[in-house]
Nanobody, 121 residues
């Protein structure tokens, strides 16, 4: 299974960016999908998650500004980031709990390679 993120880059304070993360491989189904981020010199932190049924959770620092969604048919999760702040600058990673076709009773964690988001003031 591979998770490939896209959509990162340079944004301006107050602007918007949209991240995508597509999962591919021998996938039976995907449970929760989430985004975390790691800023330079800081620990990785939770950003947002979405269950297979569409229930969402957000970190307090992004609530009201970021929106997570998913397209189950495309095995893709999105992160719409609005009202960007310089402190949103980080490498963003997607995560998915995937059930493989060869072992659908077991959920396995997979991570993307990360995509850089830089917000200028």
């Amino acid at each position: 299974v591979q998770l490939v993120e896209s959509g990162g880059g340079l944004g301006e304070a107050g602007g918007s960016l949209r991240l995508s993360c597509a999962a591919s491989g021998s996938i039976f189904s995907i449970d929760a999908m989430s985004w975390t981020r790691q800023a330079p010199g800081k620990q990785r932190e939770f950003v947002a998650s979405i269950s297979s049924g569409g229930n969402t959770n957000y970190a307090g620092s992004v609530k009201g500004r970021f929106s997570i969604s998913r397209d189950n048919a495309k095995n893709t999760v999105y992160l719409q980031m609005n009202s960007l702040k310089p402190e949103d600058t980080a490498v963003y990673y997607c995560n998915a709990v995937v059930r493989l076709t060869i072992s659908p009773m077991v959920g396995r964690n997979y991570w993307g390679q990360g995509t850089q988001v830089t917000v200028s003031s």
